[in-house]
Structure formats: C-alpha cells, structure tokens
C-alpha cells in the first residue's frame, strides 16, 4: 500500500503512548487501552499543528511482543471508525519490539501527516 503526497508542509509526530494528559499510564497491561490513548494523544499533536486524522499519510506502530498485537488491532479497530469514518486509512508498519522505554508500555505509534 501506498499513498502520494503533493507538496506541502509535513508534520512528523513523535512516538505516542498510553499516557493521560497528567503522565498517567493508561491501561497497565492492556493494549488496547493503550492504542486508544497513543492515538489520542496523535489527535492532540495533530490539532496543535493545524491538522487531523484525515491529513496522515503514514502511522509507524511499535507493539511490545507478538502477544500485544491482537489487542493493539482490537484497539485500533475500535477507535479507526470515528477517526476515519470513510474508511481510508493512512498506511501502517506495524513492529513487534522486545520492550519500550517503559516496561509497562505496549504500544507507541507515531505518524506524518501532509498539509496542504
């Protein structure tokens, strides 16, 4: 899969994770609750720069061992119909990793978006 880009500004985001606005982990051990909140977290970034879901070209997501996988897809298919509610998704890397900075993080997504 890919998409094409005209150019633009590009936004790159830095990796999100399952942490609250007050630095608290959400959903120790469970990564869908964590993919839900790394994406909520990407929607603040996003916003602050002017953009939105709609205006990723690209998501890179890092899951903590093969076991976290079906929860990351679980995650993600529960947030991706309100966030892309026509169905077209950004391209995605999916990469299973032995661990994150943090031992209790699952999931970090990061992603570019293309401004016009």
Same mark, same amino acid.
């Given at each position: 899969?890919?998409?094409?880009?005209?150019?633009?500004?590009?936004?790159?985001?830095?990796?999100?994770?399952?942490?609250?606005?007050? /630095?608290? =982990?959400? !959903?120790? #051990?469970?990564?869908?609750?964590?993919?839900?909140?790394?994406? %909520?977290?990407?929607?603040?970034? *996003?916003?602050a720069?002017?953009?939105?879901?709609s205006?990723?070209?690209?998501?890179?997501?890092?899951?903590?061992?093969?076991?976290?996988?079906? /929860?990351? =897809?679980? !995650?993600? #298919?529960?947030?991706?119909?309100?966030?892309?509610?026509?169905? %077209?998704?950004?391209?995605?890397? *999916?990469?299973?990793?032995?661990?994150?900075?943090?031992?209790?993080?699952?999931?970090?997504?990061?992603?570019?978006a293309?401004?016009?």
């Open positions: 899969m890919g998409i094409s880009v005209s150019p633009g500004k590009l936004v790159y985001i830095a990796g999100q994770v399952g942490v609250d606005s007050n /630095g608290n =982990l959400v !959903g120790k #051990g469970d990564p869908a609750a964590q993919t839900r909140q790394a994406l %909520e977290n990407v929607g603040h970034v *996003l916003a720069a002017g953009a939105g879901f205006d990723v070209v690209e998501f890179t997501t890092y899951v903590v061992g093969r076991s976290s996988v079906q /929860g990351y =897809l679980d !995650g993600r #298919g529960e947030t991706y119909p309100t966030i892309y509610p026509d169905g %077209e998704f950004p391209t995605n890397t *999916l990469l299973v990793v032995a661990g994150l900075v943090n031992e209790d993080l699952l999931v970090e997504i990061k992603a570019v293309a401004l016009p």
